[in-house]
């Protein structure tokens, strides 16, 4: 694996979650907007934040975006399936605390997330 990309991966994924975060707490305290659709707004404007930088900066993709951006969106929902799932398994099945569960999914999806959108979301076909 490459150092200098891992960091970058996860200077994007500040940037993303601070997006998140931040937009939808100006939203919601700023602005009294409900927290639902402030949270939701700041979680949709993460994505774009997030393709972008990772796109033109964490991977330096030549990639069309016609097909990048759909892989994300893949990449993107197989990550919230997966936080359900394991949320669902460990609160509901295992009974195991809110905060222990959410910190494994915390550490398990960015894994995956990078090394899908290396090996497939942000790569090129070789002609």
Do not use: C, D, K
Not at 9 to 33: C, N
């Amino acid at each position: 694996m490459n150092l200098a990309r891992l960091i970058r991966y996860a200077i994007s994924g500040g940037a993303s979650a601070l997006t998140h975060f931040g937009l939808g707490f100006v939203l919601a305290e700023g602005l009294g907007v409900r927290p639902v659709v402030a949270s939701t707004t700041g979680f949709v404007a993460s994505i774009f934040v997030s393709y972008l930088l990772q796109h033109s900066w964490v991977f330096r993709s030549a990639a069309r975006h016609s097909v990048a951006g759909g892989r994300f969106l893949t990449v993107t929902g197989i990550a919230f399936a997966m936080n359900t799932v394991i949320l669902w398994t460990g609160t509901e099945a295992l009974h195991a605390p809110f905060v222990a569960v959410q910190s494994v999914a915390l550490v398990a999806i960015p894994i995956v997330n990078y090394v899908m959108n290396s090996r497939w979301t942000f790569r090129v076909p070789r002609p």
